[in-house]
């Protein structure tokens, strides 16, 4: 969602952003499920768990790597792609602070660039730490990481996507919404209306609601 919000903003006017967001939402899924179909089988067949969180990419999936006939190959090849769409993922989700330096501040993008990438790296030492030397330091029962992959997770995520639901469908102007989804017709965006303003906000909700343990 972050990345499509933030690559969209750069979209050329002529674009319609209504089907570009249902391509990528497709495309991702598609991607998703074909992940899923390639990794779970061989961690299955080596008798491995699914279910360790993190560390099924960076433990699991070696061994199961490492069993397979030419697994080394696979192996490198899985992790190049998994650096390019962390590396694709950072990019989106650190230019808002990159937009928000130059336009408010008044600094080079070269500079917000820089501050940027080293807050967020100096932030980050503290998710690497937590599997070392900060290893028994914990925050409500919870490593610095296992913190952040909760907040983020479990809480940002589902907040996030429910105020960018209630602002879409129910603060932004019609005119405006209309303008820059730029739908084929006028029933195409009543529908857009209808799901963004009742059933998107309704099922984030929801969500919500499970995650935290009140459903």
């Known amino acids: 969602m972050g990345a499509i919000m933030v690559y969209g903003s750069y979209l050329p006017k002529n674009v ?3 089907q570009t967001a249902f391509l990528i939402a497709g495309a991702d899924t598609i991607v998703a ?16 768990h699914p279910d360790s969180g993190p560390g099924l990419i960076f433990q699991t999936l070696p061994i199961a790597f490492g069993a397979m006939t030419g697994g080394w190959l696979m192996g490198i090849l899985f992790f190049v792609m998994l650096a390019i769409a962390a590396l694709t993922s950072s990019i989106s ?32 030492l503290g998710t690497v730490f937590s599997f070392n030397v900060w290893s028994n330091f914990k925050l ?6 296992q913190l952040l992959d909760y907040l983020t997770a479990n809480l940002m995520l589902p907040i996030g996507g ?6 879409a469908g129910w603060i932004m102007k019609q005119k405006h919404s209309e303008q820059e989804l730029n739908m084929p017709d006028a029933k195409s965006y009543q ?6 303003s009742y059933v998107a906000p309704l099922a984030v909700f929801f969500v919500f609601l499970h995650v935290i343990g009140v459903l």
């Open 191 to 196: 529908l857009w209306k209808i799901l963004i």
């Open 140 to 145: 409500f029962d919870r490593s610095i990481f």
């Open 162 to 167: 429910f105020c960018i639901a209630v602002f």
């Open 33 to 48: 499920l074909l992940a899923g179909i390639a990794i779970f089988p061989i961690v299955f067949a080596n008798n491995l």
């Open 93 to 124: 989700l650190i230019e808002p602070a990159v937009a928000w330096l130059v336009e408010s501040k008044g600094l080079s993008r070269e500079k917000a660039c820089l501050w940027s990438g080293l807050a967020t790296w100096l932030l980050g």
């Open 16 to 18: 319609s952003i209504a």
